[in-house]
């Protein structure tokens, strides 16, 4: 059963083309994050999400829009995606309210690959 | 900003073979510590955290202590296994209440144990 899931894996798509990526925890937290992990192994943070409140917003191109419908759900969205945004997408969760704790749960990463 | 400095590798080692991955930190108030390994082609686990100074996190034979007095966590094992192999990543979580805090990663060491 799994904490946080996302889909797809693995995507890989041209230039240009607009593509989303789904993440999904049930561990019932309250914020929910995206990350992004450039060829060299460096992670960085995209967004946050607390109760389905956009919190974290890094410098990060109009392109790529988050969503979250619920508290258990944040999706990404990236337009007209370019070839620098070949990376793995990591989603993450973690409980900031009450009863925090402080770690984050990753989800097993999207390998976005432009072509 | 807050960051955090880790030995980037990568780095080979025999089987049991003693194993010291520095982690220093800069931080304007008391972060919580982290180290987060990768195993190949999956994402990001949790080894071991400790939330103030002097605590000590301790997992699968990996320890490390919170040393505020020198800012570091340093990540020590005894005897390395073939199965340690993988990427480890330092982290700090620092910020207020209610989704703005975040984790800061180090740049990743690359750790391969050799038979």
């Known amino acids: 059963d799994t904490a946080v899931s996302q889909t797809p894996k693995y995507l890989v798509t041209q230039m240009g083309n607009d593509k989303s990526i789904k993440c999904e925890q049930n561990?019932?937290?309250?914020?929910m994050y995206w990350y992004k992990q450039d060829s060299k192994k460096f992670l960085k943070i995209m967004f946050s999400?607390?109760?389905?409140?956009?919190?974290i917003n890094e410098t990060v191109p109009n392109r790529f829009s988050p969503k979250s419908p619920d508290k258990a759900h944040l999706n990404l969205h990236i337009n007209s995606l370019e070839l620098g945004d070949s990376a793995v997408y990591f989603c993450?969760?973690?409980?900031?309210?009450?009863?925090?704790?402080?770690?984050?749960?990753f989800g097993q990463g999207t390998r976005l690959t432009v072509v | 900003g807050d960051s955090v400095t880790q030995m980037e590798g990568p780095v080979t080692l025999s089987e049991e073979a003693f194993l010291t991955i520095n982690c220093t930190y800069t931080a304007t108030g008391y972060p919580s510590l982290f180290w987060y390994v990768q195993y190949p082609g999956e994402g990001l686990q949790l080894l071991l955290k400790a939330t103030k100074a002097d605590d000590k996190g301790s997992n699968k034979g990996f320890e490390a202590t919170y040393r505020k007095e020198t800012t570091s966590f340093h990540l020590e094992k005894g005897s390395v296994q073939v199965s340690d192999s993988a990427v480890y990543f330092c982290?700090?979580?620092?910020?207020?209440?209610?989704?703005?805090?975040?984790?800061?990663f180090g740049k990743g060491m690359k750790l391969t144990v050799n038979p």
């Open positions: 993450a969760s973690s409980q900031e309210g009450r009863r925090k704790n402080t770690e984050a749960f």
């Open positions: 561990l019932g937290h309250d914020t």
């Open positions: 999400y607390n109760n389905k409140e956009l919190i």
């Open positions: 982290a700090l979580k620092e910020g207020a209440q209610g989704g703005s805090e975040k984790l800061v």
